[in-house]
């Protein structure tokens, strides 16, 4: 069989190597308790889950946080215009300095960016908000990587149908 012959079939390497993705899993709750604890609020939390997995195209990823999202009661226009966040009013100071420590955590070789994204959030953020705002992004980052990699598939959803009347 050539390789143009191998059917495109990837290791989800969550189930191949279910230890290790257990103790990433409680790694990742670990650092969403710690920004909790530091004073983030799930809204901002799932804004950098989102932000972060637009950048990195992770499709499985944004499913799930944009839903999570909705849930924590953001809205569908902030959801819609979060690749533009620096060009609305719609975000606060606090959750555009997380969005911009998450984009400098996700493209770290733009040490500009990454500048200016501290010096922003040094304004608004405590120590323990910044740590966990890094953690959040660094989280997200690597559990896009995984079903990226992975191809885990995105299911259509139900679509609830208008009441009637």
Not at 67 to 88: C, F, I, K, M
Not at 98 to 106: Q, W
Not at 124 to 131: L, N
Request: aromatic share 6%.
């Amino acid at each position: 069989m050539t390789t143009t012959e191998v059917p495109d079939r990837r290791v989800y390497i969550d189930k191949q190597s279910p230890e290790t993705y257990r103790a990433f899993r409680r790694a990742a709750q670990a650092a969403h308790a710690d920004a909790v604890a530091a004073g983030l609020d799930t809204v901002l939390l799932e804004l950098i889950n989102v932000r972060v997995s637009q950048i990195n195209g992770c499709a499985y990823c944004l499913n799930a946080h944009t839903r999570a999202a909705l849930y924590a009661g953001e809205s569908p226009q902030r959801l819609g215009t979060l690749p533009a966040w620096r060009d609305t009013e719609l975000f606060t100071p606090r959750e555009r300095a997380g969005l911009a420590l998450a984009e400098a955590t996700t493209q770290p070789a733009d040490a500009a960016a990454q500048e200016s994204a501290y010096a922003a959030a040094r304004e608004v953020f405590t120590d323990a908000e910044i740590s966990a705002a890094i953690w959040a992004a660094i989280t997200i980052n690597a559990f896009n990587r995984v079903s990226v990699l992975s191809k885990h598939p995105v299911r259509p959803a139900a679509v609830p149908r208008p009441a009637e009347g």
